[in-house]
């Protein structure tokens, strides 16, 4: 099991790079699928991460993408 306080830093860290415009989405995506366990509150929302980001889902709307994309991100370091 991985520290708490690591994955609220990087989630909180990999939300505002990918927001700006700063972190292509397939590095965003491959950060979110190699999450590990971790205790709740955080466990749901890192398992609902992971289970978001594993399809490409290349044919959605890029806005609206993004859009759910940040909220699962969020999610991660808001629980």
């Known amino acids: 099991m991985k520290r708490v306080d690591d ?3 990087s989630a909180r860290a990999v939300h505002d790079r990918y ?5 292509e989405r397939d590095i965003v995506r491959q950060w979110a699928i190699g999450l590990g366990g971790y205790p ?24 609206e993408l993004k859009i759910s994309d940040l ?8 629980a």
Request: charged share 20%; glycine share 4%; net charge neutral.
């Open 7 to 9: 994955l609220v830093q």
């Open 19 to 23: 927001a700006a415009g700063r972190m």
């Open 40 to 63: 709740e509150p955080h466990a749901t929302a890192v398992a609902e991460a992971i289970a978001w980001f594993k399809p490409l889902r290349d044919g959605a709307d890029p806005v």
């Open 71 to 78: 909220a699962r991100l969020q999610a991660v370091y808001s």
